[in-house]
């Protein structure tokens, strides 16, 4: 089901638009804009292709995996999530994929639990929210970009007592939680 468009109006236009930067992993564009007040202005939008965020939990544990993340100089606790550095046509091969590239893992089901935008302020990319149940150790797959890539899995208490202290800070990984609780409770 499609959420309802909040307005039908747009509220920016589109005048011009340059591409400023491009690499493998994204695309850096300017935009001059007309709000509707009338007031012209410029937009900058990363654009990056569709990614995936994983819940893998089994037998009341939860695995994640800890790297270091560049843009904020530090080491970062979250559950397993990436994109390819493509279109995708099937969120679930990116899901699974993922997956072993990140914990060495399979999972017997792959639930959608939904799709969110990562960051729409100054983003374009889509991450799909998936459930892994069923796992199953297999040949670990790490980019290059994952090289110091640790796995740990804890269980739901300590995850949840991980977001609540700050240990875990990434959005991303607090909004898939939301998402599984939603969908959980609606189970019963």
Same mark, same amino acid.
């Given at each position: $089901?499609?959420?309802?468009?909040? *307005?039908?109006?747009?509220?920016?236009?589109?005048?011009?638009? =340059?591409?400023?930067?491009?690499?493998?992993? $994204? =695309?850096?564009?300017?935009?001059?804009?007309?709000?509707?007040?009338?007031?012209?202005?410029?937009?900058?939008?990363?654009?990056?292709?569709?990614?995936?965020?994983?819940?893998?939990? #089994?037998?009341?544990?939860?695995?994640?995996?800890? !790297?270091?993340?560049?843009?904020?100089?530090?080491?970062?606790?979250?559950?397993? /999530?990436?994109? +390819?550095?493509?279109?995708?046509?099937?969120?679930?091969?990116?899901?699974?994929?993922?997956?072993?590239?990140?914990?060495?893992? &399979?999972?017997?089901? $792959?639930?959608?639990?939904?799709?969110? +935008?990562?960051?729409?302020?100054?983003?374009? !990319?889509? /991450?799909?929210?998936?459930?892994? *149940?069923?796992?199953?150790?297999? /040949?670990? &797959?790490?980019?290059?970009?994952?090289? #110091?890539?640790?796995?740990?899995?804890?269980?739901?208490?300590?995850?949840? !007592?991980? $977001?609540? &202290?700050?240990?875990?800070? &990434?959005?991303? *990984?607090?909004?898939?939680?939301?998402?599984?609780?939603? +969908?959980?409770? =609606? !189970?019963?």
């Amino acid at each position: $089901m499609k959420a309802p468009s909040v *307005t039908a109006v747009p509220a920016i236009t589109t005048l011009s638009s =340059r591409e400023v930067y491009r690499n493998h992993w $994204m =695309r850096l564009r300017e935009d001059e804009i007309l709000r509707s007040n009338g007031e012209k202005g410029i937009y900058g939008v990363v654009e990056k292709h569709d990614a995936a965020i994983i819940l893998p939990i #089994d037998h009341g544990r939860i695995w994640l995996v800890e !790297q270091h993340r560049y843009t904020i100089g530090e080491r970062a606790l979250e559950l397993p /999530q990436g994109g +390819w550095e493509m279109e995708i046509d099937c969120p679930e091969e990116l899901a699974r994929g993922e997956l072993r590239e990140e914990i060495g893992m &399979d999972a017997a089901e $792959m639930r959608c639990l939904g799709m969110l +935008w990562i960051a729409y302020g100054f983003t374009r !990319q889509k /991450q799909h929210v998936f459930l892994a *149940t069923g796992l199953k150790p297999a /040949q670990k &797959d790490p980019d290059a970009e994952e090289h #110091d890539l640790t796995v740990r899995s804890v269980t739901v208490e300590e995850f949840e !007592q991980m $977001m609540l &202290d700050g240990t875990i800070r &990434d959005g991303c *990984t607090v909004a898939a939680w939301g998402l599984y609780l939603l +969908w959980k409770a =609606r !189970q019963k």
